[in-house]
């Protein structure tokens, strides 16, 4: 059964920085695109980047390119999202995801392809 289990928010002021964890127990890391979403309250979850472990390739929303980072350690089964210049607009509980669609390009930030989801950590930046 696939599990994921984020871990790495809290609250941090505008201009902080945080780093976010995904452990996944997957059968086969490899064969799998993982992503980070979020949600605020009030609004849809938004796809905001992705990673392929097999090959290392990523894909960031505009929101987010530049400022976070996406990365993976294919021995541990886990992804890490490094959160960098917060703002108070990226106040939202944030999930990982897997699924076996194997792209990185942005259809990797539509939440429907996803089958499997973390249980959400929350990130509080305040102003």
């Known amino acids: 059964e696939v599990q994921l289990v984020e871990s790495g928010g809290g609250l941090v002021q505008a201009g902080g920085s945080l780093r976010l964890s995904c452990a996944a127990s997957?059968?086969?890391?490899?064969?799998?695109?993982i992503s980070w979403f979020r949600q605020a309250p009030g609004k849809e979850r938004e796809g905001i980047s992705c990673?392929?472990?097999?090959?290392?390739?990523?894909y960031y929303a505009d929101s987010v390119r530049g400022r976070f980072t996406i990365s993976s350690d294919n021995a541990k089964n886990t992804v890490y999202l490094q959160m960098n210049s917060l703002q108070p607009e990226d106040t939202a509980v944030y999930y990982c995801?897997?699924?076996?669609?194997?792209?990185?390009?942005?259809?990797?930030?539509?939440?429907?392809?996803?089958?499997?989801w973390g249980q959400g950590t929350q990130v509080t930046v305040s102003s």
């Open positions: 990673i392929s472990p097999s090959d290392g390739s990523t």
């Open positions: 997957l059968f086969t890391f490899d064969d799998y695109t």
């Open positions: 995801a897997a699924d076996g669609i194997l792209v990185t390009t942005r259809r990797c930030l539509l939440a429907y392809e996803y089958d499997f």
